[in-house]
Nanobody, 120 residues
Framework: QVGLMESGGGLVQPGGSLRLSCKVS????????MGWYRQAPGKQRDWIAS???????RYKDSVKGRFTISRDNTENMLFLQMNSLQPEDTAVYYC??????????????WGQGTQVTVSS
């Protein structure tokens, strides 16, 4: 059974930081690139960051320079360090396996996500 469990979201003021975590089943984590996605109210879910098994990263322009994706291959954990958060970063954040060429998720099922709200 594949598991994706996100955590670490919350309410933060503009300019603040959060660190998201995702616990992933070993069957998925060990062989795939992983990614973070987010879905803002009224918008489609979209990828924002990816990391290969060897640590190569990619970012959407909207988060580049502010967000950092990382992974712990021994614990099957995925992380997203988010700095300089802005109200437009408000969304539910999800993790999934990812096709690094087009950003498509590898799994059809999703975790519950973690809500990030940036507001003063």
């Amino acid at each position: 059974q594949v598991g994706l469990m996100e955590s670490g979201g919350g309410l933060v003021q503009p300019g603040g930081s959060l660190r998201l975590s995702c616990k992933v089943s070993r069957s998925i984590f060990s062989i795939n690139a992983m990614g973070w996605y987010r879905q803002a109210p009224g918008k489609q879910r979209d990828w924002i960051a990816s990391i290969t098994t060897r640590g190569t990263t990619r970012y959407k322009d909207s988060v580049k320079g502010r967000f950092t994706i990382s992974r712990d291959n021994t614990e099957n954990m995925l992380f997203l360090q988010m700095n300089s958060l802005q109200p437009e970063d408000t969304a539910v954040y999800y993790c999934n396996g990812i096709n690094v060429y087009n950003g498509d998720p590898l799994l059809h099922t999703w975790g519950q996500g973690t809500q990030v709200t940036v507001s003063s």
